[in-house]
């Protein structure tokens, strides 16, 4: 089973630190990076991927760090980074034939793992279209295809689902449940449904530090006692709104039901409620005005 550890690593771009002091253990199972954009995802992830080197701080991977393990430490890896490179007159079997050849896949097990790659994401009656006639859809699934021609141990994938519809991200959440097994599979997202049925382990990310992480279970329990449910009139849930990250809004005939995130009951009618992972998100990445204090508030 593949493990990977990274000790304090760190990346900065001129004066600005993209990621700092990040030190986590990740063994087999699916990790959602669950954070805002420019959270440093992408960057923690290309380092993962030994596109970028730390600025400090080491990444190993099976006790040996990743930089000495060289090619043998890529065979590993599948990735699929937000923007991926394609030939759009290519059709999707030459051009996963041609990336098997690129990642040293045996020239007689090529045909059979494109064709079992087709099937798995759902485009064998596709597969001699030109990509360029591809949907949005088509083109990220063409792209977990291609990152798990050379069955990986380590699957790292940036923002999969960016860009498609519901449909097509329940798709991806399954394509993605049913090769996991024995694998480390790090997703990077902003879209809490993409990780919160799949993921084994949450680790969010804000300003380039993991600031909390553990299973859904975990770190929804983590707010418990700060989220609420209240129901108020038009103009008061307004006001609210504007105070208060507000996770749900819904308008219930002349009176409105807020669901709000909040360290303290924010009205004295307001009732706790039982947090989901959409709350954990509002609370740790939802910038709230630090120059509102109780007395504007009115409360």
């Keep these: 089973m593949p493990e990977l550890k990274l000790d304090r690593v760190t990346k900065q771009f001129k004066n600005k630190i993209a990621v ?3 030190s986590i253990h990740l063994k087999d199972g699916v990790y959602g990076f669950l954070g805002a954009n420019g959270a440093g995802k992408t960057t923690l992830l290309r380092m993962l991927c030994g596109v970028l080197k730390p600025t400090a701080g080491e990444i190993f991977c099976n006790g040996t760090e990743i ?3 060289g090619g043998d430490y890529r065979y590993m890896l599948g990735y699929l980074p937000q923007d991926f490179g394609y030939y759009p007159d290519f059709t999707a079997v030459r051009y996963l034939t041609y990336l098997a050849a690129c990642k040293a896949v045996p020239k007689e097990a090529a045909g059979e793992k494109v064709q079992e790659m087709l099937r798995l994401v759902g485009l064998e009656g596709e597969q001699k279209a030109k990509i ?5 859809g088509m083109l990220r699934r063409l792209g977990i295809a291609q990152a798990l021609l050379n069955d990986p141990e380590i699957v790292v994938l940036d923002e999969p689902t960016s860009g498609l519809d519901p449909k097509e991200r329940i798709r ?10 024995g694998r480390i599979v790090i997703l990077s997202t902003h879209i809490v449904s993409d ?5 084994d382990e949450i680790l969010l990310m804000k300003k380039g530090r993991i600031v909390g992480q553990g299973s859904v279970a975990d770190v929804t329990e983590n707010i418990r006692g700060k989220v609420w449910e209240y129901e108020a009139e038009a ?3 307004l006001r609210l709104n504007d105070i208060y990250p507000v996770s749900n809004l819904k308008n219930e005939g002349d009176r409105v039901r807020l669901r709000i995130v909040s360290e303290e009951r924010p009205h ?3 009732l706790p409620a ?14 709230v005005s630090e120059h509102v204090d109780h007395m504007d508030r009115g409360i």
């Design 235 to 237: 103009e008061e849930a």
């Design 20 to 22: 700092e002091h990040v």
């Design 268 to 270: 004295e009618g307001a």
């Design 195 to 199: 990780v919160e049925f799949i993921a």
């Design 132 to 136: 360029r006639t591809f949907s949005g």
């Design 274 to 287: 039982e947090p989901g992972l959409e709350d954990v998100y509002l609370y740790y990445f939802e910038e």
């Design 67 to 69: 930089g000495r393990l």
């Design 172 to 181: 991806f959440r399954n394509i993605i449940s049913a090769m996991s097994k």
